[in-house]
C-alpha cells in the first residue's frame, strides 16, 4: 500500500489528540493508494496460494451493528459487487488482502498482521451508521470539543475518499492481536473506508486512554491551535 500525503487530514490527526479530563482521545485518520509494494506482493501472493483472489472469505457479524438492526436489515443495505455476496458477512480474499496490508502500513514496523484472519474483520452496514458510530463514541468522550471538529473531518474525509462511493470494514482483533491492548485502554475502533473505484482506503483508527497511564506530549486543547480557515469547508456535509 502507498501512503498518501495529505496536509488536511495530518491536521485533522493533530487535532484528534485531545485530552479531556481522565482520558484522552488519539485518533488517526490516513490515506492508502491499493498498490502493491514489496512486502505487499509476498503477502498477496501467499493470500493467493490459499485460494482465488476473487473467492469469498466469510467474515464476522458487524461489530457496530446495534439489537435493534437485524441481520435482513443489514443484509438488505449491501449493494450487490463483482465478487462481494450481499447475502453473507463476505469479502473477497483481495479485498482481505488490502486491508491487511493496510494494517502493517499504518502499524509498522511495531506490529505484523500478515496472520490476521478473515474473522477478524468485518464488513459494516454503511458509511452513515459507522459514522454515527463514530460521531456518538467521540462525542461522549469529547463533548462541545468534538462537536466543533466534526463537521470539517467529514467534509475532508469526503474530499479525500468520496464517502458515497465507499464500504466500510472494520477490525476487531483479540486481546493478543490489539496494538491497543495495552493497559489503561479504555476503548478503540480501526475502520476501513474502500473506495474501489479510485482504489483507495482511508484508514480511521482511534483509541480512547485512561490520562493516568497518557504520555504528556498530548495537547490541552489542540483544536483551537490549527487555522482551519484554509480548508475548504464549502463543500455539502454528507454525514449528518
Aim: aromatic share 12%; proline share 5%; glycine share 4%.
Amino acid at each position: 500500500m502507498k501512503f498518501l500525503e495529505n496536509s488536511k487530514l495530518e491536521a485533522i490527526n493533530s487535532a484528534l489528540t485531545i485530552e479531556n479530563g481522565d482520558c484522552c482521545v488519539i485518533g488517526r485518520l490516513e490515506s492508502y493508494s491499493c498498490k502493491m509494494a514489496g512486502d505487499d506482493k509476498r503477502l498477496f501472493k501467499t493470500l493467493s496460494h490459499e485460494g482465488d483472489p476473487n473467492e469469498l472469505t466469510v467474515l464476522s457479524p458487524p461489530q457496530t451493528m446495534m439489537s435493534s438492526i437485524s441481520p435482513a436489515a443489514y443484509s438488505a443495505s449491501l449493494s450487490a459487487d463483482e465478487g462481494e455476496n450481499p447475502l453473507n458477512y463476505a469479502c473477497s480474499r483481495k479485498t482481505l488482502y488490502y486491508l491487511i496490508s493496510t494494517l502493517n502500513a499504518s502499524f509498522r514496523p511495531d506490529y505484523d498482521f500478515s496472520n490476521a484472519k478473515s474473522d477478524e474483520f468485518s464488513r459494516e452496514p454503511s458509511v452513515n451508521y459507522v459514522s454515527n458510530f463514530i460521531n456518538s463514541s467521540l462525542g461522549a468522550v469529547l463533548g462541545e470539543r468534538y462537536n466543533r471538529l466534526s463537521s470539517l473531518l467529514w467534509t475532508t474525509i469526503n474530499e479525500e475518499i468520496n464517502l458515497d462511493d465507499c464500504h466500510v470494514y472494520s477490525y476487531n482483533p483479540d486481546l493478543d492481536s490489539d496494538p491497543y491492548g495495552d493497559e489503561g485502554c479504555l476503548w478503540s475502533f480501526n475502520f476501513f473506508l474502500y473506495n474501489r473505484r479510485m482504489k483507495r482506503i482511508l484508514f480511521f483508527t482511534c483509541k480512547a486512554q485512561s490520562s493516568s497511564l497518557d504520555d504528556k506530549s498530548i495537547h490541552e486543547d489542540p483544536i483551537d491551535e490549527f487555522e482551519f480557515e484554509s480548508f475548504n469547508t464549502n463543500l455539502p456535509l454528507i454525514v449528518p
